[in-house]
């Protein structure tokens, strides 16, 4: 049945014998059945009532698929009783657990709204709770909800502004357009111009009277006073990655959006996806063709690299070849003017008559908005007046007749050479224009004027209308300059026309008539008779269609046909004084309380300390950030009530007596050790002294990793680990017990690799993962001698690599590198140059009989954030030598490409590392327990159940 609906017959008859069927307990049929209830049941409503008991069952059935179709279902009976039942069910739907279902509730929201709009309110209270939802399925659903019920509540907007411009890189691609129309509209709303700068300086150029000083410290006044609102800049920022999109609608989208909101020095980016887009599908082309021609009329600079991309295929449709005949028209200057005359030529020969006759308009408007070439292109239409073709010949009657207008110079010899045509040429529009041109210059052509009045007075009957009133409007200029010539023959054109059955040509001769031939009744205006038909008219302004079309929002249906179409929001005009920006602060306030790992949410809770002495030593050595997120043993404390089980809590309270004094000491020696540590964290020396305090005792450090991997909370940060590690020293002496807890919740992948990074150089099979270890001093080591390991303690430890991969990677091919090969591989061994150091090993081979010298890395480009530690340069490389040489790339968590220049003595080769994703871990080993601790922390394992050792590949 679905497959006949598909190809589009008609199923409607079998809706009785489909519907029973919404019983079933089989889900696929389930699915089929509301599949085909939504297609139908607004043409069948009746029946669907009788089911309705059915899909209200099924708004509460277990599989969210089936609750998401039976709204569906209920929101397509397009019933007004049951509309509390809608609204009922669409409440239950926006609290869903389901964003699929909660994504349909923000859909039925629009039907029902369309059914019966006195449920405003009531809805634009659900809109606004589904806006606040975090989901990006269903973001932009609400918000199409939102465009459609409400689109003046702005208000509505202001506390999930800074979310939907977050989310809007991941939801999805119909929803990121919807978003970026409305957060548009929000924006005009919302801050001031960005182009005030602009108009600024221009408006500076006419006080003529100020000096050039007075000029300059007013506009130096000017730029300082705009300064961009940071909210302004988060849209303008996330919104630039989706001109990549591959949906044409969203770039369009992203398109406008810079073209209304933009600093005017930013819109530039736009122009090359757009120009991109021009290789879709002709109605795409369409669309985006019509926004540039708009664009381009404002800003010519911004399309004129992409000059050829506007360059007619024979190919294109006359609708695509028309709109980029309008867009070289605009980007035509005085440097490209020539190129494009050529081409111009080549289109007035298309087998396409529209378009050649477009072509000859488009030739018309170059020569009045480039007067260096008016002559050039009148010469060229008038050697198009010998064409065979009727068409192009009488497009160019019509813009010759334009030029001429335009130009009060005598140009005797084409009205001369246009009258001859008038034999040949058909075309009504040409016709008229030859004959008002030669009534215009009757004076000028004395001889010729009669002559054609004659012609014409012949064939009067059988001409068009339009040649008709260009024929009585002959006559009478005629009439008025050279009566003794052409005053029969002006009656006699007057008496056929009295006569004529269009009323338009009836009514123009006695209008004629009365105010030319002078007689008894002839009013006062008869002596002005020849002032009148013969005043200078004003030339006729050639511009473009879309000159007007820039007032609507681009890339709406209303630009695209130029008229207000229904459900047109306009965009406001840019206020003067931007409204209060704080308006948008609640819910960034509500995520950062939610977000904050639980170090740093004990900021709030300062006053609770337990040991305020070394609180304070430890203020006056450290940042104050550190400080914050460690307030003495208490701050261990807080972790373990927000993170372990309650008997943790209790055993850490039971120790806290009885070593307060050992951890008071411990606090005092750990921030100063920490502080210098911190201080000279990436020297060498750090890491020789951390060597040296592990080696000496590794089963301490070991100790201390357990404790303080029992009591650490999550760390996103270097700051934040080093803070951690105080909290180890601190917590000794206090939880001899703890030992046997296992990792907390708040351990994470980011910890994992941030801490195994620290000092897997150092003691790569038992360092802890968890926290860096400072060196220890003998005092801390004695108290730590008494502790135990026991089996089930919560280690994680970075253990060596499973597989090696003997796999190389081509760095620089011989051929390339004039007989220097390179070749890269990654040992997967932990980095000696650096803590976040991926190692590199590479080997480089010399394929030619001549000693290569001074190689070495030359100009590195990295992107933001990420660092390599070259190798030293080798001073000469043998004929079929060979040497492997160790680099560091600090890759930064991300498989981003480090470019750099591999040179010798005479040649410098650009090459490049990419990293695949898994050798940016390091292996790593736990026990059975741990794996089942942290399986429960991370949904993503939820499906693992043995233990395994994870290595660089997975």
């Given at each position: 049945i679905l497959q006949m609906i598909a190809k589009g017959k008609n199923a409607s008859e079998l809706f009785p014998a489909v519907v029973k069927n919404v019983a079933s307990k089989n889900i696929e049929i389930k699915k089929l059945v509301y599949v085909y209830l939504v297609r139908y049941a607004e043409e069948q409503q009746d029946l669907a009532l009788l089911s309705i008991s059915t899909f209200q069952r099924a708004l509460k059935d277990p599989n969210q698929l089936i609750r998401a179709s039976a709204l569906r279902v209920l929101s397509s009976i397009r019933v007004p009783i049951i509309v509390p039942i809608m609204m009922l069910a669409i409440k239950e739907a926006s609290a869903d657990l389901s964003p699929y279902v909660r994504k349909n509730a923000a859909h039925a929201i629009q039907k029902l709204y369309s059914l019966d709009p006195e449920q405003k309110e009531m809805l634009i209270e659900i809109i606004e709770k589904l806006l606040k939802d975090k989901s990006t399925l269903v973001a932009g659903s609400v918000v199409m909800a939102f465009e459609e019920v409400c689109p003046d509540r702005i208000d509505l907007i202001h506390k999930n502004y800074r979310k939907l411009c977050n989310l809007l890189v991941d939801v999805e691609e119909w929803g990121q357009v919807v978003i970026i129309h409305m957060l548009t509209r929000y924006a005009r709303t919302q801050f001031v111009s960005p182009w005030k700068e602009d108009d600024g300086l221009e408006d500076n150029e006419k006080d003529f009277y100020d000096s050039d000083e007075e000029q300059k410290e007013k506009s130096d006044k000017r730029k300082k006073a705009y300064t961009m609102d940071p909210d302004h800049r988060l849209l303008i920022r996330n919104t630039k990655p989706l001109l990549q999109s591959r949906n044409a609608a969203?770039?369009?989208?992203?398109?406008?959006?810079?073209?209304?909101?933009?600093?005017?020095?930013?819109?530039?980016?736009?122009?090359?996806?757009?120009?991109?887009?021009?290789?879709?599908?002709?109605?795409?082309?369409?669309?985006?063709?019509?926004?540039?021609?708009?664009?381009?009329?404002q800003r010519k600079g911004m399309f004129e690299p992409y000059l050829k991309s506007f360059y007619v295929r024979s190919t294109d449709p006359t609708m695509i070849k028309i709109l980029k005949l309008e867009i070289l028209t605009n980007l035509a200057n005085e440097a490209n003017i020539s190129t494009l005359l050529r081409e111009f030529q080549t289109y007035v020969k298309s087998q396409d008559k529209q378009f050649a006759a477009a072509t000859i308009q488009t030739i018309g408007r170059c020569a009045t908005n480039i007067s260096e070439v008016t002559d050039t292109c009148l010469n060229g239409l008038v050697c198009l007046l010998s064409n065979r073709d009727e068409i192009v010949v009488a497009e160019s009657v019509v813009v010759i007749k334009k030029l001429l207008q335009m130009q009060p110079i005598q140009h005797g010899e084409i009205i001369k050479h246009m009258a001859k045509l008038l034999d040949s040429i058909t075309v009504p529009v040409a016709r008229a224009s030859i004959l008002w041109l030669i009534g215009e210059n009757c004076e000028r052509v004395p001889i010729i004027a009669p002559d054609v009045l004659r012609k014409m007075a012949k064939s009067f009957t059988s001409e068009d209308d339009l040649v008709k009133l260009q024929i009585l409007n002959l006559g009478a200029k005629l009439y008025l300059t050279n009566s003794r010539q052409t005053k029969l023959l002006t009656q006699y054109i007057l008496n056929l026309g009295k006569y004529d059955q269009n009323y338009d040509i009836r009514d123009r001769t006695r209008f004629i008539r009365q105010l030319i031939v002078p007689n008894e009744k002839s009013g006062a205006l008869s002596k002005y008779a020849k002032k009148i038909f013969l005043a200078q008219k004003p030339a006729p302004l050639l511009e473009s269609p879309f000159k007007d079309r820039d007032h609507f929002q681009l890339g709406t249906l209303s630009h695209t046909l130029n008229t207000k179409a229904t459900g047109y929001l306009e965009l406001s005009n840019w206020p003067e004084v931007a409204p209060d920006p704080s308006v948008r602060n609640v819910e960034v306030i509500e995520l950062a309380k939610e977000w904050t790992p639980a170090g740093k949410a004990k900021k709030e809770k300062p006053d609770k300390k337990f040991y305020s002495e070394s609180e304070e030593e430890e203020d006056s050595s450290e940042s104050s950030s550190d400080s914050e997120s460690e307030s003495g043993s208490e701050s261990g404390e807080q972790d373990e009530e927000g993170d372990s089980s309650e008997d943790s809590s209790e055993d850490s309270s039971e120790h806290q007596s009885e070593s307060g004094s050992e951890s008071e000491a411990e606090n005092k020696r750990a921030g100063q050790?920490?502080?210098?540590?911190?201080?000279?964290?990436?020297?060498?020396d750090v890491d020789k002294e951390n060597e040296n305090s592990k080696t000496s005792d590794s089963s301490d450090a070991e100790s201390s990793s357990i404790e303080g991997s029992s009591s650490g909370s999550e760390s996103e940060s270097v700051s934040e680990s080093e803070s951690e590690s105080r909290k180890v020293t601190k917590e000794k002496g206090k939880k001899p017990k703890q030992d046997g807890n296992p990792l907390t919740k708040d351990v994470s992948l980011l910890d994992l690799d941030d801490s195994d990074n620290n000092h897997a150089s150092v003691n790569p099979v038992s360092t802890p993962v968890a926290l860096p270890v400072p060196a220890l001093s003998p005092s801390l080591i004695?108290?730590?001698?008494?502790?135990?390991?026991?089996?089930?303690?919560?280690?994680?430890?970075?253990?060596?690599?499973?597989?090696?991969?003997?796999?190389?990677?081509?760095?620089?091919?011989?051929?390339?590198?004039?007989?220097?090969?390179?070749?890269?591989?990654?040992?997967?061994?932990?980095?000696?140059?650096g803590d976040k150091m991926v190692s590199v090993q590479i080997t480089l081979n010399n394929t030619t009989d001549r000693k290569i010298e001074n190689i070495h890395i030359g100009e590195k480009k990295l992107p933001m954030g990420m660092q390599m530690h070259v190798f030293n340069p080798i001073g000469s490389l043998e004929p079929g030598g060979s040497i492997t040489v160790s680099m560091g790339i600090d890759f930064c968590d991300s498989t981003q490409t480090a470019s750099f220049q591999l040179c010798t003595k005479d040649d410098c080769f650009s090459v490049n590392i990419q990293p695949p994703v898994g050798e940016l871990l390091l292996p790593v080993a736990m026990s059975e327990k741990d794996f089942k601790k942290e399986q429960a922390c991370l949904s993503a394992l939820h499906l693992l159940s043995k233990p395994r050792k994870a290595n660089r590949n997975e």
């Open positions: 969203v770039v369009m989208a992203v398109a406008q959006l810079y073209w209304h909101i933009a600093p005017k020095s930013e819109v530039g980016i736009i122009s090359k996806p757009l120009v991109r887009l021009l290789r879709s599908n002709r109605e795409v082309q369409y669309i985006v063709l019509q926004n540039i021609a708009t664009m381009s009329i050790k920490s502080s210098r540590t911190k201080g000279k964290r990436d020297s060498e004695a108290d730590l001698e008494g502790l135990n390991l026991s089996a089930s303690s919560s280690v994680i430890s970075v253990s060596t690599p499973v597989f090696v991969p003997m796999t190389t990677h081509v760095l620089l091919h011989r051929m390339s590198g004039k007989g220097l090969a390179a070749h890269y591989s990654f040992p997967r061994q932990p980095c000696i140059f």
